[in-house]
């Protein structure tokens, strides 16, 4: 009888002390909250990453000419970097927003092959995350043929033709007047320095009027954008000066949303996010990539999602300091800036057992298991 009566004081003395347990324990499995100052959105400047290394570099060469036609046409709200080396690209491309290959009249065909293979695998990724490659191209000096600025691209798969045409004196008339490049664009007469391909990329954005055969492409590449310009800038023309200038400001993502914050604490198992809209100087907003991580830089992604509304929810199952932040991306593909990131705490509640409000039922279940333990040794003894 005082066996039974030690067991009952045990179970009761174990269940009554194991929520404080239950607590001073978990202490070591989860995260301090921490609560994040919302970052300001950046400010959308396109930063231009040009390549110079085999181009026409003297006064009133090409390179000099490109930036005196974007000025003219698109403004100077730009950065820009020089690119004088080829295998500094996969370095320097994720810091841009566009890359402009100016033509390489000087360029040899080793070069040409060498680029396209160092740059095979950095235009893709640039590409992939929204990028812009604008590429110019007529004559080489040293190819002694046209095109072989483009030919980087062929060699890279980026685009591919099979033939070009010198086009000088030909009529040139705009096939896609919705296209953003052919904004302010008439029918033209080429001037010198002007090229056709022989291709089956797509329909072309302004062409040759007699052949079809096409001097601009647009391509959108996932989220990026590929634009081919037959022509380079060494006699300036007031309508291929309009085509740089809209190649320029196709970069004309979304304004950033404005993500709310969610709090610095919640209790349960879901998130609800919401921003305000972004807006679109040339286009719609099309989507929201709205994205939670656990690390504040983002390195690691732990859920996405993409919506076509101003919320979404993330559920989940772990205690921890979760991160927010979204992006609009628009009807040219174009992702505009990331938000201000936002955090919160996730605190799952204790589970309850009904009708004792707020006691652990772990606490309930690790008593039971160590007042059995208890039974087992005191039957030992007893036996013994």
Not at 233 to 252: F, H, M, P, V, W
Not at 348 to 374: C, D, K, N, Q, Y
Request: charged share 15%.
């Amino acid at each position: 009888m005082r066996s039974t009566r030690n067991i009952v004081v045990l179970f009761a003395l174990c269940t009554l002390l194991l929520p404080f347990v239950s607590t001073w324990f978990s202490g070591f499995q989860v995260t301090t909250p921490v609560s994040v100052t919302a970052l300001p959105a950046p400010t959308v400047t396109p930063r231009i990453l040009y390549y110079t290394e085999f181009a026409d570099n003297t006064p009133g060469g090409e390179a000099e000419n490109v930036w005196a036609a974007i000025n003219a046409t698109h403004g100077t709200n730009y950065l820009r970097t020089n690119l004088t080396s080829y295998t500094d690209a996969s370095t320097e491309l994720p810091n841009h927003d566009i890359f402009l290959i100016i033509e390489q009249e000087l360029i040899f065909t080793q070069n040409i092959t060498d680029i396209a293979a160092a740059w095979q695998t950095p235009l893709d990724d640039f590409l992939a995350a929204g990028g812009i490659v604008l590429l110019m191209t007529y004559y080489s000096m040293n190819v002694f043929d046209y095109g072989a600025t483009a030919r980087i691209l062929n060699e890279t798969g980026h685009f591919t033709f099979s033939g070009v045409a010198n086009r000088v004196g030909s009529t040139i008339v705009i096939d896609e007047p919705s296209n953003p490049l052919a904004d302010g664009i008439t029918n033209f007469t080429a001037p010198d320095g002007t090229l056709s391909f022989v291709t089956t990329e797509m329909t072309p954005i302004v062409s040759v009027n007699v052949t079809g055969d096409p001097i601009l492409f647009h391509k959108p590449v996932g989220v990026g954008h590929l634009v081919v310009m037959g022509f380079d800038s060494y006699n300036r023309d007031s309508e291929t000066d309009k085509i740089l200038g809209n190649a320029i400001r196709l970069y004309q993502p979304p304004s950033a949303p404005v993500l709310a914050d969610p709090g610095a604490t919640i209790t349960g198992f879901q998130v609800p996010l919401n921003w305000t809209a972004a807006t679109d100087s040339d286009g719609v907003i099309s989507e929201y990539e709205v994205q939670a991580s656990a690390d504040a830089g983002f390195a690691i992604i732990g859920q996405s999602a993409s919506v076509t509304t101003l919320s979404h929810t993330f559920i989940f199952l772990t205690n921890d300091t979760y991160y927010f932040r979204v992006r609009a991306i628009d009807n040219n593909t174009l992702a505009g800036p990331w938000s201000n990131v936002v955090s919160t705490y996730i605190e799952f509640p204790p589970i309850t057992i009904p009708g004792i409000p707020g006691f652990p039922i772990e606490a309930i279940v690790l008593g039971l298991i160590l007042s059995l333990g208890a039974i087992f040794v005191l039957r030992q003894r007893k036996q013994q």
